[in-house]
């Protein structure tokens, strides 16, 4: 069972796994970078994803073994729900 408490784009878009992420040294270098990607084509977007991430899968695990937070508690079904076309 997943839970929509946020109001926004996960809940909007009922996305729930981390498809593609990437790494900065700052949070300026992260925001100057979201705020680019932002602009693109929604075509690049998915070839920047798929090209990490072919089969769209759910990435929050590898983090979390990289960092120690804690495995998420939800199922995931590998793909991010309402986002593909």
Known sequence: MTQDKAEGFTKRYKGHNLGWYEAHETAESAI????????????WKLTLIEKGNPD????????????????????FEGRLNGLRE
């Open 32 to 43: 100057k970078r979201e705020k680019n990607i932002k602009k693109w084509e929604r075509s």
């Open 56 to 75: 769209w899968n759910d990435l929050y695990c590898s983090i979390c073994e990289d960092t120690g937070f804690p495995p998420p508690i939800t199922n």
